[in-house]
């Protein structure tokens, strides 16, 4: 492809160096020898490299981006051609030669115990995948940093690197690169440690926490604001508004340009005045999203093929279609600036990018997905912005990238049962932010108990974008459904907002490395019952939920769950019950709520406000607050603003969390 006559496109910041990349490992934290080299990057992780060519890679890479870390205490014993490295964590000993079972070996010091070879399974926990399209039910996960053994292992000898500028590089054949993750069971410092190679999740922007709205759907300007018309006739709030691929043109495509899947130019019968669209959805509170399936390049019709012609030195007279290249630097800039900018400034807050076409490119190794999010994500944080991006997972690394994208979900109760599993295992590669299709979207049949259970879910779940295909007999609106499937799930979308100070909390943290959903074993490692619930979870600081995932009873219309309780007392927030931990017990639950327990002497703040704008902080709050032991510290908000004081926990300002049964968007524990 020609190179760019626009120089102000030639000059767009989006290929920059990688922000706090610090690829370089301290020279002292480096054990050499010949054709091999072993860092030692903390005291829990080994990079280990072997080099046909005798050289070694020092460039970052999608996973690794931080190696010039603070130092590791660390000795060393030579043994012949090979080396033992031991840390206060681990012990690695290596014979110099091929990586085989008996020359490489690594091992668990201390508390647990472990051990692993180099050719063995690592018998990790699991991470996550890329996608779930087309899975009913279970899937296969990708490597994961945590595990029973305490030894988890990702191979790095097959991702693309970043050069010192910024633009991607592809590998020297013939390197091995391996990263030994050696934490016995303490998944927290792994997850730790993965952050600090990787780098941390963003921050997510306040408005990300609160309630999507997505629909595949040709919907127009006037139907979409009739709808979010009748969502506030419902009281049911919302702050990110999704458009999918129909916002584009499709039908109206010319049949000789082929495909109508990718497209840049607004469908002029549907949306004759985006402008005015967009402003309208800001002015409502809500932030824009629109799907984007890039594939398939720039074709004549579009409305911004002439710039972009322009911009790669294309006649825009010819028609010549621009393909897909995301390794032209020149296409990129022009990809950013030409097509994306322009709706942005129209109102377009972020985008969806919907890859689905393979992990080749025009460039050996570079996963064409890695390079969308990430330069994505660096366009998107120009100028101060958030950096908000809404994309598929690429592997490890790819929690630098805001929100995930979990695929086409199949409608069953397989799939819904399965979810909570695979958000939580995602923790064991640092991925916080899933965004799933809660309710489903493809296949399955109608059954309003099992999309009320869906929502009860995204309501706990990182992100709750309600969604449904284009079938009109399966969709998730709650007035679509019977009264006590509408009050269930109207309800859970309500409590969503009100939850957002808390999970802005999160967000905070999450930011700083907890992930927000975490499995139980992250906070029991060595009890063997927290193992035994995959479907439960950690939500947050504050929080334990075991969502209903199977069909109620149909004689006592109660949903059932299998609970693990560590010890302490643990309080449900819906029902005012209060359950002595440290055992298993089965609970048992209505349509109308679902087993989320806070810890003793926890605190849930609650927006109190009238209109439960995700966008900004609340004007009030509630604060549910758990009985617990005295002594200890909590928060009170003194006034009608951000300011916060620390009192003693039992003061005659807190009242405890009742014991009553309440329903969610009624609970209430104090108020001010």
């Keep these: 492809m020609s190179q760019p006559v626009d120089q102000a496109v030639d000059s767009l910041p989006v290929i920059r160096p990688l922000p706090d990349a610090a690829p370089h490992a ?48 660390f000795a060393v014993e030579r043994r012949g051609d090979g080396v033992v490295v031991t840390t206060r964590r681990a012990r690695l000993r290596y014979d110099g030669g091929e990586f085989s079972a008996s020359g490489l070996v690594v091992e668990v010091l201390g508390r647990d115990s472990g051990r692993w070879r180099y050719g063995e399974p690592t018998r990790d926990l699991g991470g996550t995948a890329r996608t779930l399209d087309d899975v009913d039910g279970r899937t296969e996960l990708e490597p994961g940093v945590v595990a029973r053994d305490g030894i988890g292992v990702l191979d790095d000898s097959a991702s693309f690197l970043f050069e010192d500028d910024g633009w991607v590089g592809s590998r020297v054949p013939g390197r091995q690169d391996l990263y030994v993750f050696v934490h ?18 963003m921050r997510l922007p306040r408005w990300a926490l609160g309630n999507w709205w997505s629909r595949y759907h040709a919907y127009s300007d006037a139907s979409y604001l009739e709808l979010l018309d009748r969502f506030d006739a419902e009281g049911v709030p919302f702050s990110v508004a999704v458009i999918d691929m129909d916002w584009h043109r499709v039908g109206s495509v010319p049949p000789e340009h082929g495909s109508s899947w990718t497209g840049y130019s607004w469908e002029p019968t549907l949306f004759p005045d985006p402008e005015a669209f967009l402003r309208t959805l800001h002015e409502r509170g ?39 290249d995301p390794t ?29 076409q393979g992990r080749t490119s025009g460039m050996a190794g570079v996963d064409p997905l890695w390079v969308l999010n990430h330069f994505h994500h660096l366009d998107a944080a120009r100028d101060g912005r958030p950096g908000m991006t809404f994309s598929r997972y690429a592997g490890p690394g790819s929690h630098r990238y805001a ?57 706990f779940s990182p992100i709750l974008r309600l969604h ?43 930011a700083a490395g907890v992930p927000l959903v975490r499995p139980m074993y992250h906070l029991e490692p060595r009890r063997h019952e927290a193992y035994e619930v995959p479907h439960q979870f950690a939500f947050g600081s504050e929080l334990l939920v075991a969502p209903v995932t199977t069909p109620r009873d149909p004689a006592s219309l109660r949903g059932r769950v299998r609970v693990w309780l560590p010890a302490g007392v643990w309080t449900d927030v819906f029902t005012g019950a ?3 931990g440290d055992r298993t017990i089965e609970m048992h639950r209505g349509l109308g709520s679902v087993p989320a327990l806070l810890r003793a002497g926890g605190i849930l703040p609650l927006d109190a406000g009238p209109d439960l704008d995700a966008t900004r902080n609340p004007s009030a709050l509630e604060l549910l607050v758990a009985p617990g032991p005295p002594g200890g510290w909590c928060w009170r908000r003194t006034r009608r603003t951000t300011r916060w004081r620390v009192l003693p926990r039992w003061t005659t300002r807190w009242r405890a969390l009742p014991r009553g049964r309440t329903s969610p968007g009624t609970v209430s524990a104090a108020s001010w």
């Excluded at 050289?55 to 981006?65: H, L, P, W």
């Excluded at 979990?406 to 409608?411: A, E, I, L």
Aim: hydrophobic content about 40%; proline content about 7%; glycine content about 8%.
């Design 578 to 580: 209060v359950y002595r």
């Design 26 to 73: 301290r020279p002292e934290q480096q054990v050499l020898g010949a054709g091999w080299r072993i860092t030692v990057l903390t005291d829990g992780v080994f990079r280990v490299e072997r080099s046909a060519d005798g050289g070694f890679e020092d460039r970052a890479s999608t996973f690794a981006i931080r190696r010039d870390l603070p130092p590791a205490e």
């Design 184 to 201: 016995g069971r303490d998944y927290t410092d792994a997850v730790a440690d993965l952050y600090r190679v990787s780098g941390n999740p």
């Design 328 to 356: 032209d630097p020149a296409f990129l800039r022009a990809y950013f600036a030409q097509l994306h900018h322009p709706l942005e400034a129209q109102g377009v807050d972020f985008w969806w990018i919907d890859w689905q």
């Design 286 to 324: 809500l932030r824009t999203t629109l799907n984007l399936h890039p594939a398939d390049g720039v074709r004549a019709f579009e409305d911004a093929y002439p710039a972009m012609a322009r911009a790669l030195g294309v006649d825009p007279d010819g028609g010549q279609p621009i393909g897909f």
């Design 468 to 510: 449904s295909a284009n079938n009109p007999f399966i969709r998730k609106e709650p007035w679509q459904f019977p009264p006590e499937h509408r009050a269930a799930m109207g309800d859970a979308l309500r409590f969503r907002h009100r939850l957002v100070p808390y999970l802005h909390t999160m967000n905070h943290r999450a």
């Design 403 to 459: 929100v995930g994208f979990s695929g086409d979900t199949v409608v069953s109760w397989a799939s819904l049962n399965f979810q909570p599993e695979f958000t939580a295992t995602a923790a064991n590669i640092g991925y916080s932010w899933w965004s799933h299709d809660v309710g489903g979207h493809t296949r399955g049949v109608r059954d309003d108990e099992l999309a009320t259970r869906w929502v009860q879910l995204g309501l």
